[in-house]
C-alpha cells in the first residue's frame, strides 16, 4: 500500500512533521510518499495562497500520485478536496474534513482550535460544505500562525490549551479540534490541560483514510456523473495536463 501524504504548501519541513506524526499509525508494508507544493506560499493563511494550493495539490497529485493506493490532504482547509476526489480515482481524505467528522462522533458540538485569524471564517464556511456546519460550535484563531507553532511548539502548549478550554467553557464545544499541520502531534500534550477531548487533525486524517482504503470500491465507469470530460489545456505542467486530457484511469 502506498499513500500519498500532500502538503499542499511549499514547506518541506511542515511535510516532514506530519510524516512523522501519522507513520506510526501506518499498518506493515504501507509506504508513505510524501510531496510539497512546487509553488505557492510557504504556510497558507488566505483564501488567495489556499486557491494557489488547490492548483499545488493537483499538481503535485499529477507528478507523484499514480502508483499510489491513496492521498491523505495533509492541509487544514482541504485546498482543492473536491478536485482531487473527482482526478484521483483512488480515495483522497482531507485533514480538515477527516477531523470535523471524528469529532462529530465524539460529541454534539466541537470547535476548532488553530493559527492564523483568517481561518475563522474560511473554516466555517469548509464545515458548513461538509454538512456540519450546525455542529461547529465555534473556531477560535490563536495570533501565531501553524508555521510559527510549529517552529515553537513547546511555547505554544499553555496558549493552545487556554483556547481549548475557552471553546469548551463559553461557546459549549464537546470536543476541540487542534487544526492545522502545524499543530501535528501536539493534541496528547494539551489534552492534559483540558476537560473535554483534543483531537489531532493529522491523526484524524490518516485513520480515516486507512479504514477507506480498507473498504471494497467499485471502478468508476465513463458516464459516471463525476467522471470529467477530457479537456484541453494551456500552460499547466505536463503531468496535470495529461491527467486532463485522459480522465479514465486504472
Excluded at 497558507?44 to 499529477?62: N, P, T
Excluded at 489534552?191 to 480498507?214: K, N, T, Y
Amino acid at each position: 500500500m502506498r499513500i500519498l501524504l500532500l502538503n499542499p504548501n511549499t514547506m518541506p519541513e511542515m511535510t516532514a512533521l506530519v510524516t512523522r506524526v501519522v507513520q506510526p499509525y501506518l499498518p506493515a508494508g504501507a509506504e508513505l510518499v510524501p510531496a510539497t507544493g512546487r509553488f505557492g506560499a510557504h504556510y497558507i493563511a488566505s483564501r488567495s495562497s489556499g486557491v494557489i494550493a488547490a492548483h499545488a495539490a493537483l499538481e503535485a497529485f499529477a507528478e507523484h500520485g499514480q502508483d499510489c493506493d491513496g492521498v491523505y490532504l495533509a492541509c487544514f482547509g482541504d485546498p482543492g478536496l473536491l478536485a482531487l476526489k473527482e482526478m484521483a480515482r483512488i480515495p483522497v481524505i482531507g485533514m480538515a474534513e477527516a477531523s470535523s467528522r471524528y469529532a462529530a462522533e465524539q460529541a454534539e458540538r466541537f470547535a476548532i482550535v488553530t493559527g492564523g485569524e483568517r481561518w475563522g471564517p474560511m473554516l466555517h464556511e469548509f464545515v458548513g460544505s461538509i454538512g456540519l456546519g450546525d455542529r461547529l460550535a465555534a473556531v477560535e484563531t490563536v495570533a501565531p500562525t501553524g508555521a510559527d507553532i510549529a517552529r515553537d511548539p513547546d511555547g505554544s502548549i499553555a496558549m493552545l490549551a487556554e483556547a481549548c478550554r475557552r471553546v469548551a467553557k463559553r461557546d459549549g464545544a464537546g470536543a476541540v479540534i487542534l487544526g492545522g499541520a502545524g499543530l501535528a502531534g501536539l493534541a496528547p500534550r494539551v489534552q492534559p490541560h483540558v476537560d473535554v477531548p483534543v483531537i489531532c487533525s493529522a491523526e484524524a486524517g490518516i485513520r480515516m483514510l486507512l479504514a477507506e482504503l480498507d473498504q471494497p470500491r467499485a471502478k468508476p465507469q465513463e458516464g459516471d456523473l463525476a467522471f470529467p470530460a477530457p479537456v484541453a489545456s494551456t500552460g499547466l505542467s505536463d503531468g496535470l495536463s495529461r491527467l486532463l486530457a485522459q480522465p479514465e484511469r486504472s
